[in-house]
Nanobody, 118 residues
Framework: QVQLVESGGGLVQAGESLRLSCVAS????????MGWFRQVPGKEREFVAA????????YYSDSVKGRFTISRDGAKNLEHLQMNSLKPEDTAVYYC???????????WGQGTQVTVSS
């Protein structure tokens, strides 16, 4: 059974930083892209970032480009999302994802809340 477990969410003030982590287990994730989506109540889930298995290619939404950095340790099925210069509009539940297609992942974590106060 595939399991994705996120950690690192919390409450910060605007301009501060947070680092999210996700550990994957239950299968071999080689060739899989890992990533992050986020969701605000009443809105659809939004793609945030993704990274290929090798770590050679990354993808970012325009809203986070230049502020967020995604990285992964393939040997440990571990990925991180470093979030800098956080804004109140970044407030959401952040979900770790995995799958062959970054925009349509096969697996989802349970989510971790990120709240940015102004």
């Amino acid at each position: 059974q595939v399991q994705l477990v996120e950690s690192g969410g919390g409450l910060v003030q605007a301009g501060e930083s947070l680092r999210l982590s996700c550990v994957a287990s239950g299968r071999t994730f080689s060739s899989y892209t890992m990533g992050w989506f986020r969701q605000v109540p009443g809105k659809e889930r939004e793609f945030v970032a993704a990274i290929t298995w090798s770590g050679s290619t990354t993808y970012y939404s325009d809203s986070v480009k230049g502020r967020f950095t995604i990285s992964r340790d393939g040997a440990k099925n571990l990925e991180h999302l470093q979030m800098n210069s956080l804004k109140p509009e970044d407030t959401a539940v952040y979900y770790c994802t995995a799958g062959p297609i970054p925009s349509s992942p096969d697996y989802w974590g349970q989510g971790t809340q990120v709240t940015v106060s102004s």
